[in-house]
């Protein structure tokens, strides 16, 4: 089935009243306000997908059984919508993110998802609770597309029922320090493996990230860096974001995608941006020892992180139980405020769009 599918609407019995949700979208933070509204879309083995739904964002009914709470059958997504200067409602890529939600699916034994259909359910969400996009300084209405699998059985087997959901969240800034760069901390843990789930954006990913992640913060630093599983010397990935190193030979350098690297919507669309300006643009192993050594000699201008959430973030300060160091000045980048300038003003509507990434809804 396709976007052909029909979506049902139940009314909203008690919607945010207009002056309680100006208050919570003054100042949203990150992931913390949701709107009214939610879609649900139902998979039955033998019958595929059906009961689109768009309702009240409400608590989920699940049996104890259910195998999600068990052997973890979950997938998500991340993307956000964005409002033009024109006051319409458009998204950036939603169809890259419905492949990498049906990738995900198949690494996790579940249905795919028709993309059709995963954008035209965002699409019914955004339209409702369109007014709870906040007007803060990058502000974005986040949305949270995900998929758990809810048949009561406790045999180790894939499930033959589903539900899919989409939610959303209306966002300010991803990081609370508010420093011009982030600073982060090696850590001794491993985020995945060759043949693992590296490449899938499942919640066991992102589980087995906290107790590093917590580390990181308790070392007073904003977020995580994961080394390979093998040699523990490769630079991999962050708690949530892909890394760029932008050299003084007008190289940028990010790690290749061998399947244990999430491959971030982000990450692409600033390999294509990067080559545009001019740039080397290369996808190579690059070692810590390598990332501190160039760092020191000058060979490294910049590094940064990027994601849907945090975008292009610098970073300045990279600390492990070696010892730290620093990342030029340590604050942003030419190279980094100059792609993120243009990846957020194609995706705001502000600057032309040749790769046709913005979908106006």
Known sequence: MSAALPFTHVPHPAPTAEAVRAGLIADPGF??????????IEWTEGQGWHS???????????????????YAQEIFEGLKAYRLADGTMALFRPEANARRFNASAKRLAMPELPEDLFIEAIRQLVKVDANWFPGVEGGSLYLRPFMIATEAFLGVRPAKEYKFIVIASP???YFKSGAPAVSIWVSDYTRAAPGGTGAAKC???YAASLVPTAEAFAQGHDQVLF??????????????????FAMAD???VTPPLTGTILPGVTRDSLLQLAAEEGLNVSEEPY?????????????LLETFACGTAAVVTPVGKVAGRDGEFTIGSGGPGQITQKLRARLVAIQRGEAPDPHGWVLKL
């Open 171 to 173: 966002a300010g800034n």
């Open 287 to 299: 070692s810590l020892d390598q990332w501190r050594a160039d760092a020191a000699s000058g060979a």
């Open 52 to 70: 689109a739904t768009l309702g009240p964002r409400q608590p989920i009914a699940l049996d104890p059984a259910a195998a999600v709470l068990h």
């Open 31 to 40: 992931g913390k306000i949701f709107s009214d509204h939610m879609v649900t």
């Open 250 to 252: 007008g190289r940028l």
């Open 227 to 244: 080394l390979d599983a093998a040699e523990h010397k490769w630079v991999e990935e962050l708690g949530g974001m892909n890394l760029f």
């Open 203 to 205: 919640g066991g990913n």
